[in-house]
Structures are given as C-alpha cells and as structure tokens.
C-alpha cells in the first residue's frame, strides 16, 4: 500500500509542476491566482498521503488543515487585492 | 482605506469560518506537547483570523473588535508573559525558564510544573505574536496613516 501511496504522490508532483508553471510565467495575475490556489489543494493531499506512508497520520491532518486554511485567507486576500486595484 | 465587501458570501462564509479558525489556533497551542504546533504558529493562525475579518469586513468594523492600541497592548502582553514566567524561575533560585522551580509555586511535583510552566510560555507566545501579525498587516493596509483621533 505504500508503494501505492507514493506512485499517487509523484503523480500529483507532476500535476503541482504544471500549475507551478501557470503559477510564474501565467499571463495576468488572474492565472497566477488560480495556479498558486491549485498548488496548495494538491499539496494538502500530498501532505496526507505524507502521513499514510509515516504511519502518523492524526498528525499530518493538523499540518494539512492549517495549509487549507492560510490557502483559502491567501487566496481571498489576493481576489481583494485585485478587487481594490492596488488597495490591498 | 479597506471597505466593507460588497459580496455576501465572502461576508457569510467568513463570519461563519472565524469561530472555527480561532478554536483551532486554541487547540494547536494548548496541544503542542503531542502534536506539530505551539505557540507560535497558533498565534500565526489566531492572527489569519483577524487578518480575515479585517479584509472582508472592512477596516472601520475590524477597528471595534481589534485596535491598532489593543494589538500593541496584546503584543507587549505577551512578551511580559514570557518574560514573567522565565523571570519567575530566576528569582526563586533556578536558571533562566527552567521551569522545574515552579513546583513550589503551583504546588505540583516538578515535571508537572514543566508541563504547566512551558504551556504558559506558548500561551504569552500566541498573543504576542497574534498581535504582531494584525499590527503589520493594518500597517501595511493602511500605509501608516492613522488619524490621532482613530487610534
């Protein structure tokens, strides 16, 4: 089952690569936005499966939960940011 | 100067969302003995929650709840409370927060006063650095401008 975990794990890598790339060189900030917020879904998930290969999971949960929630306060401050044209 | 937002999700989901993110700032401090955590990364999310409420609903209600005065008076609060508990340990004839003295003071066998003592050290910890965080972030969103008479 670990061997099944990792595989999953590399795979989503591979995704965070590619929203890393619409993340940096993204044309507009609106795509630099939704890269960044993708990025923090799928590394929430990799910290999970991070947990289901340790063995110790009860602990990645609290990391995860905190990752979820500075994405989603990151994310809504960006959307005002942009909402206010430079106000924060 | 940040407005009210217009939008009444963002309003609803965040007054809804601001109970649950404070409670858990609570429980990764008062639980960091057995799980990653303390007292400065609750403080850090205790912090995002106010920083929360100050972007969706605006900076003239956020300043009822939480004051540019009141975050300096929460973050020398907190230093004092570090400070306090490690002076404490010096003056009743023990090394710098080296909590083991405190027994006689909490009448609690020594390990439990370590327990208790490094406990109180994450709790002046979160505050302090809660305040700090929403100091710099009204800091920064209002460009330094504020009125005399606004606090």
Same mark, same amino acid.
């Given at each position: 089952?670990?061997?099944?975990?990792?595989?999953?794990?590399?795979?989503?890598?591979?995704?965070?690569?590619?929203?890393?790339?619409?993340?940096?060189?993204?044309?507009?900030?609106?795509?630099?936005?939704?890269?960044?917020?993708?990025?923090?879904?799928?590394?929430?998930?990799?910290?999970?499966?991070?947990?289901?290969?340790?063995?110790r999971?009860?602990? %990645? @949960?609290?990391?995860?939960?905190?990752?979820?929630?500075?994405? %989603?306060?990151g994310?809504?401050?960006?959307?005002?940011?942009?909402?206010?044209?430079?106000?924060? | 100067?940040?407005?009210?937002?217009?939008?009444?999700?963002?309003?609803?989901?965040a007054?809804?969302?601001?109970?649950?993110? &404070?409670?858990y700032?609570?429980?990764?401090?008062? =639980?960091? =003995? =057995?799980?990653?955590?303390?007292?400065?990364?609750?403080? @850090?999310?205790?912090?995002?929650?106010?920083?929360?409420?100050?972007?969706?609903?605006?900076?003239?209600?956020?300043?009822?709840?939480?004051?540019?005065m009141?975050?300096g008076?929460?973050?020398?609060?907190?230093?004092?409370?570090?400070?306090?508990?490690?002076?404490?340990?010096?003056?009743?004839?023990?090394?710098?927060?080296?909590?083991?003295?405190?027994?006689?003071?909490?009448?609690?066998?020594?390990?439990?006063?370590?327990?208790?003592?490094?406990?109180g @050290?994450?709790?002046?910890?979160?505050?302090?650095?809660?305040?700090?965080?929403?100091?710099? %972030?009204?800091?920064?969103?209002?460009?330094?401008?504020?009125?005399e008479? &606004?606090?």
């Amino acid at each position: 089952m670990t061997t099944f975990f990792i595989y999953l794990g590399m795979g989503l890598f591979t995704l965070v690569l590619l929203c890393l790339y619409r993340g940096t060189l993204g044309p507009g900030v609106l795509n630099r936005i939704a890269g960044i917020c993708a990025i923090g879904t799928k590394t929430l998930i990799i910290l999970l499966l991070m947990g289901f290969i340790y063995n110790r999971v009860e602990m %990645f @949960v609290d990391i995860s939960m905190v990752y979820a929630l500075l994405n %989603f306060i990151g994310t809504i401050t960006a959307a005002k940011y942009l909402e206010m044209k430079g106000e924060v | 100067m940040i407005r009210l937002t217009d939008d009444i999700i963002i309003r609803t989901v965040a007054r809804i969302l601001i109970p649950f993110i &404070q409670l858990y700032a609570l429980y990764v401090i008062m =639980h960091s =003995h =057995h799980s990653p955590g303390g007292g400065f990364q609750g403080g @850090v999310i205790l912090g995002a929650s106010f920083i929360l409420y100050l972007v969706t609903h605006g900076l003239e209600e956020a300043k009822t709840r939480m004051s540019e005065m009141k975050a300096g008076i929460f973050s020398s609060l907190g230093v004092l409370i570090y400070s306090g508990i490690g002076l404490l340990c010096l003056i009743l004839g023990s090394n710098y927060l080296d909590y083991g003295k405190l027994s006689a003071v909490l009448r609690v066998i020594p390990a439990q006063a370590r327990s208790l003592g490094i406990l109180g @050290v994450e709790i002046g910890v979160g505050i302090a650095v809660m305040a700090v965080m929403f100091s710099v %972030f009204f800091d920064i969103a209002t460009g330094g401008e504020l009125k005399e008479d &606004q606090e």
